[in-house]
C-alpha cells in the first residue's frame, strides 16, 4: 500500500471495471464482481490486491504470488497459482499502468492563490488555477484553466502555458509556450538563453538568442532538466514526449511526437529527432544532427552522425548494435590469445 501521506487511494473497484478499463479480458473462472482494493508487486501482495507480470524473469515470483488477481500475457496463463484471478492482455504493463492511475488518480488543481504570489497587473490567470507560495508571474504572461503553479515558480514575461498544466516548486520559465496537460517537475528550466557565441581570440561575441521554447500538449518534462530557447528559430518538444531528470536540450533542437530522452543525456544545438526516438541514460548526440523516426540511441553512446529511422546504436562513436558487439568480441577474443600461455 503507498503512503497515504503522499498518495490518495480510490476504490475498490470491480474486477470487470478494471478489465474493461485496462482493455483485457477475464480468465475462466475469475469473479468479475470480485473488489480489488490496491496494487502491489508479485511478492507482497494479498487477496485484494492486483499486480502484473511483464518480465518473464518473475515467473517464479508469479508462480508463489498470494495476489487476487494479476495482469499478464497469453503466453504465461498456465503459470498462475490456483485461484488467482487473471487479466488477460497483451500489453500486461501498460494494462497496470491504467489501472494504478485509476486508483491513484492525480490530486485535483484546488483554486488558491498564496498570499505571497507576486502577479504582475498584466497577467492572466485562468479560473481554477492553483498559485503556490513565492511564485512569480510576470507581465503578460496566461495561464489557462486548471493549472498548477508550484512554490517558488517564476513564470516570466509573456510565457503561456496552457490548460491543465502542472508545475512545480522552483521552476523557472522563459520565451516559451507551453501546451495543455504538460508536466514539468521541479528545477526545469526552459527558455534560458542558448548557449551560442563566436569564438574569437580578441573575446567571444553573444550571438543573440531571439527565438523561443515550443512545449507541445501532453509532454512530461524531468526535475532539474534545461532546454534553451533557439537562436532565431525556435527549439521544439513535440507533442506526448517524456523528458527524464537531468536532460540538456540545446537550442533549435526539435523533438518529434513522443520521443523519449533518459537521465543525464543531451542534445546538441539545432539537432532533430523524428517521432518516437528513444535516447538512454547519458548518451550525447552532437549538433546539426537528424535522428529518424523511432531510431534508439544505446546508454552512454556517443552520436556523431546522422542515424537512419529504426536503426538502434551504441558505443562512441555509435554504431550500429551488431557491429558494437562483433568490435567487443574481437577484442575479447585478442585478449584471450595475449594471455594465453606459451606452449
Known sequence: MADPRFFRRAGPFRLRELAELAGARLSEGADPEAEISDVAPLETAGRGDISFLDNRRYLAAFGESRAGACLVAPDV?????????????????????????????????????????????????????????????????????????????????????????????????????????????????????????????????????????????????????????????????GAGSKIDNQVQIGHNVQLGRGCVLIAQSGIAGSTKLEDYVAVAAQAGVAGHLTIGKGAQLGAQCGVMRDVPAGASVVGSPAMPVRDFFRIVSGWQRQLKTKDKPDE
Open 77 to 237: 496463463v498456465d503459470r498462475a497459482p490456483k485461484g488467482m484471478a487473471l487479466l488477460i492482455t497483451d500489453k500486461p504493463y501498460r494494462a497496470y499502468a491504467l489501472i494504478a492511475g485509476h486508483l491513484y488518480p492525480a490530486p485535483e488543481v484546488r483554486e488558491d492563490r498564496h498570499a505571497s504570489a507576486v502577479i504582475d497587473p498584466s497577467a492572466v490567470v485562468g479560473p481554477d488555477c492553483h498559485i503556490g507560495p513565492g511564485v512569480v508571474i510576470g507581465a503578460a504572461a496566461e495561464l489557462d484553466a486548471g493549472c498548477h503553479i508550484g512554490a517558488n515558480a517564476v513564470i516570466g514575461e509573456g510565457v503561456s502555458v496552457g490548460a491543465g498544466t502542472w508545475i512545480g516548486p522552483n521552476v523557472s520559465l522563459s520565451h516559451c509556450i507551453i501546451g495543455r496537460r504538460c508536466q514539468i517537475h521541479a528545477g526545469v528550466c526552459v527558455g534560458n538563453r542558448g548557449f551560442g557565441f563566436a569564438m574569437d581570440p580578441e573575446g567571444h561575441v553573444d550571438v543573440p538568442q531571439l527565438g523561443r521554447v515550443i512545449v507541445e500538449d501532453g509532454v512530461e518534462i524531468g526535475a532539474n532538466s534545461s532546454i534553451d530557447r533557439g537562436s532565431g528559430p525556435d527549439t521544439v518538444i
